[in-house]
C-alpha cells in the first residue's frame, strides 16, 4: 500500500455501491469543501462511518469500515484527547488503519503525531506529488477498483477495449478515470501545466452534465468516443504530425462532444419549437449547444485559464460541429477531393485540423467497426433511443420520425442501412488515407456485423 500522502484525491460524496459496502474495509477518499464545495468534515464526522481528520487539514482521507475491528491498541486510546476530532466508537479504528498501511508505530514515540502529519494532505495538493507524473496508478480511483481498473488502463489503445466491462468496473465513472488517465499518457498535464484538481473538477462536472437516462447519448458514449480518438491518435500519420495542442483539443472535443444532449434528434427540436433551435436557427442546433456547454465547463474550471489567449474555443467548435451526421456529405467531399489529388499536407494547419474533424467523425460512429460483442450493444442502445423519441412523438399526436417507429422499423434495418450509407463511405476514405492494420481490422468487422445485420436467419424481422 503506497503511503498515503501520495494517495490521490477524489472528488467529496462518491457514492460507493452496496455491494462494495458489504466488503470489509472499503475505501473512499474525500476532499473538503474549500476545494469542491461539499459539506465540511464536522458535518461529515455524524454519518455512519466517520470521518478522521485534523482541523489544520484542507482535505482529510475517510474510510468506510463494516464489521468488527481489532480493538485498538492502548497506545492510541491514550492519544485520542488530542486534536484529532473523533467520530464516537470508530475514528480509533480509522486511525489504526491508516498507521497500518504506514508503518507499525514504535512503542515510546510520537506516533500519531508523527504520523498526522505525513497524513495531511494541505501540503500535498501544492505538492510535486499532483504536478508531477506519479509513479504509482496514474490515475484517480477508489482503492476497490484500483486493480482491476488499472489492468484495463493498460490497454487502453486495445480497438477490442470493453467500455462497458470498464464503466461497471469505475462504478459508473469511467469517462474521468479513462480520461484523466489519457491526458497522463499523453503528457498533455505536464506539458500544458494543468492542475490536476481543476482537471478532475471540468471532468467531473462534463460527466454529471451528460443525462444518464439516455440510452445512447449518454457519457458512457462520450467515454467510448474518446477511447476511439486515442487509438486514433496513436495511428503513425497523427502521432507524427499533430501538435500536442491539437490533442490536447482532440481529446477535450471528444469528451464534450454529446454534452447535456436531449435524447432527441435536431428535426424533433425544430418541430417542436425548442429554445434551442430558435437561438441556433435550426443549423447544426445540437452541436452548436454542445460546443457552448463545453466552452462554459471549460470557463467555470479555469482549466485553460493560465495558457495564451488563442483561438482554441473556435477550433474546438469545429471539431464538435463535424459532429453532425446532416453535414457529412460536405466534410467527406472535401477529405475524398485532397486524397484523389495526393496533395493532402499535415505540415498545412488548414488540412492537419481537416484531417482531425474526419478523426473526430471517424470517432463518434465507430461503434459498428467494432467487435460484434461490443458493436450489437450499441446498436441495441441507439435503437431504443429513437424508438423512445418515436414514442413521445406519438403521444402527443406528432408525425414520427423517420427510423423511430418501433412498429415498423427494427435494429437490423436501421443498422443495415445505417452501415452503408453513413459508415462504410467515411472509413472507407479514412482507410486509404491512414492504411494500418487498425483501419483495415475496422472495415473487417464493419463488414461482418452488416452481414449479421442482414442475414436474415439472424434477424428475420429485417424488411425485405
Request: charge should be positive.
Amino acid at each position: 500500500m503506497e503511503v498515503c500522502s501520495q494517495l490521490p484525491v477524489l472528488p467529496l460524496d462518491r457514492p460507493v455501491p452496496q455491494h462494495v459496502l458489504r466488503r470489509r474495509g472499503a475505501i473512499s477518499l474525500g476532499t473538503s469543501s474549500a476545494l469542491f464545495g461539499g459539506p465540511s468534515p464536522r458535518q461529515l464526522c455524524k454519518r455512519r462511518g466517520g470521518v478522521s481528520y485534523n482541523s489544520a487539514d484542507q482535505a482529510v482521507l475517510y474510510l468506510h469500515l463494516l464489521g468488527k475491528c481489532r480493538s485498538t491498541p492502548s497506545h492510541l486510546r491514550r492519544r485520542r484527547r488530542g486534536k484529532h476530532t473523533q467520530a464516537p466508537g470508530f475514528v480509533p479504528s480509522c486511525v489504526k488503519i491508516f498507521l497500518q498501511w504506514l508503518g507499525p508505530v514504535r512503542p515510546g514515540a510520537r506516533g500519531l503525531k508523527s504520523h498526522r502529519r505525513r497524513l495531511s494532505f494541505q501540503r500535498g495538493l501544492k505538492s510535486r506529488h499532483l504536478r508531477q507524473r506519479p509513479s504509482g496508478p496514474q490515475h484517480l480511483l477508489d482503492q476497490v477498483y484500483n486493480c482491476q481498473v488499472k489492468c484495463m488502463l493498460d490497454k487502453v489503445d486495445s480497438w477490442d477495449f470493453d467500455i462497458f466491462m470498464f464503466d461497471r468496473a469505475t462504478n459508473g465513472n469511467g469517462l474521468v478515470t479513462l480520461t484523466f488517465h489519457l491526458f497522463l499518457q499523453l503528457g498533455l498535464t505536464r506539458l500544458f501545466r494543468l492542475d490536476p484538481i481543476k482537471l478532475r473538477s471540468f471532468l467531473v462536472m462534463v460527466q454529471a452534465d451528460y443525462h444518464q437516462r439516455n440510452p445512447y447519448h449518454n457519457s458512457l458514449h462520450a467515454t467510448d468516443v474518446t477511447q476511439a480518438m486515442y487509438c486514433f491518435l496513436r495511428q503513425p500519420k497523427l502521432a507524427t504530425t499533430l501538435s500536442s495542442c491539437d490533442m490536447l483539443l482532440a481529446l477535450v472535443a471528444a469528451v464534450t462532444h454529446d454534452l447535456d444532449h436531449p435524447g432527441v434528434n435536431q428535426g424533433f427540436l425544430v418541430r417542436t419549437g425548442h429554445h434551442l433551435a430558435a437561438l441556433y436557427k435550426n443549423s447544426s442546433v445540437l452541436e452548436s449547444h454542445h460546443w457552448r456547454c463545453a466552452v462554459s465547463l471549460l470557463r467555470e474550471s479555469g482549466l485553460l485559464d493560465h495558457l495564451p489567449i488563442t483561438d482554441r474555443s473556435e477550433r474546438l467548435g469545429s471539431l464538435i460541429l463535424a459532429t453532425d451526421i446532416s453535414q457529412q456529405n460536405r466534410y467527406l467531399a472535401r477529405f475524398r477531393e485532397h486524397l484523389d489529388r495526393e496533395d493532402l499536407s499535415m505540415a498545412d494547419p488548414s488540412h492537419r485540423h481537416l484531417v482531425l474533424q474526419i478523426t473526430m467523425k471517424c470517432a463518434d460512429i465507430c461503434n459498428p467497426c467494432r467487435v460484434w460483442r461490443l458493436s450489437s450493444q450499441w446498436s441495441s442502445r441507439v435503437t431504443a433511443e429513437f424508438f423512445h423519441q418515436g414514442d413521445v412523438e406519438k403521444k402527443h399526436g406528432m408525425a414520427v420520425s423517420p427510423l423511430c417507429d418501433r412498429l415498423s422499423d427494427s435494429t437490423a434495418h436501421i443498422q443495415a442501412g445505417f452501415i452503408r450509407h453513413v459508415v462504410e463511405p467515411l472509413f472507407r476514405e479514412w482507410c486509404r488515407f491512414s492504411c494500418t492494420s487498425l483501419s483495415h481490422r475496422m472495415l473487417a468487422h464493419l463488414q461482418t456485423n452488416l452481414d449479421r445485420w442482414t442475414d436474415p436467419s439472424q434477424h428475420p424481422e429485417t424488411p425485405p
